[in-house]
């Protein structure tokens, strides 16, 4: 409760200061680049146009169909997403533009990194990624499951986690997985890299990403693997 009392007044406060600026800045525009950022808004009373740039597939009931109100278009990042709002506003209101990267500065970003002797794994050993935020919705317990009954079922494959709890907002998660690693006998077979900056470097050096969120708005990760020409296994 009082974690939500203070990001209730972190917001009012951000509503204020914005509010502020727009009367004094001359804009033409608000974008608002996120649901939180929706929130923030200083609308109606700036009396300006916003677009709403929709990236989460969090459950928007009761505040959804205000939120897209207040919103002069809605830009969704991927058909999910859109799906999800599409009964709350005009549909002419609604236009999905995809995330995207340059693919080509992507993969020039991937240099030779030997993942393996670092994890003290045997050369040519199959090695599966997951990279995420570590985040329950991101379901790292079903990669690991996934991961133990591949292991009994053929040969046997290595695993890292690339990823951090970024906000604080789940303490001892990480420490779960680390004990269901153990628990399921995959100590020795999967590593936790925590949060790194050579991502690219990471994904090149794999042989498969995995993504198992239960509800994914678009996963930016899948395209730069594909960029690498590398194989995405997803949940639908």
Do not use: Y
């Amino acid at each position: 409760p009082l974690a939500l009392w203070n990001a209730a007044a972190q917001r009012r406060h951000a509503a204020d200061e914005l509010l502020h600026l727009a009367r004094q800045g001359g804009f033409d525009l608000i974008h608002a680049n996120s649901l939180s950022a929706q929130l923030c808004a200083p609308l109606p009373k700036a009396g300006l146009p916003c677009v709403w740039h929709l990236r989460d597939l969090s459950p928007l009931w009761p505040l959804g169909r205000a939120l897209a109100r207040r919103a002069t278009a809605i830009i969704c990042i991927s058909q999910a997403v859109a799906d999800r709002v599409r009964r709350l506003v005009r549909p002419q209101a609604l236009h999905v533009v995809h995330n995207g990267i340059d693919a080509e500065a992507f993969a020039a970003r991937a240099k030779p990194l030997d993942l393996r002797a670092e994890a003290g794994w045997p050369q040519g050993c199959f090695v599966a990624a997951m990279i995420a935020q570590l985040v329950p919705w991101k379901r790292h317990e079903d990669f690991l499951a996934a991961l133990a009954c591949l292991n009994r079922r053929s040969q046997p494959a290595r695993a890292v986690i690339a990823g951090a709890d970024l906000f604080g907002d789940h303490p001892g998660l990480e420490q779960r997985l680390k004990t269901m690693t153990h628990s399921l006998g995959l100590a020795d077979r999967v590593r936790f890299l925590g949060l790194r900056r050579d991502i690219p470097s990471v994904l090149a050096a794999c042989d498969v990403l995995v993504i198992p969120s239960t509800a994914e708005p678009f996963g930016r990760v899948a395209i730069e693997a594909m960029s690498l020409g590398k194989p995405v296994v997803g949940t639908r």
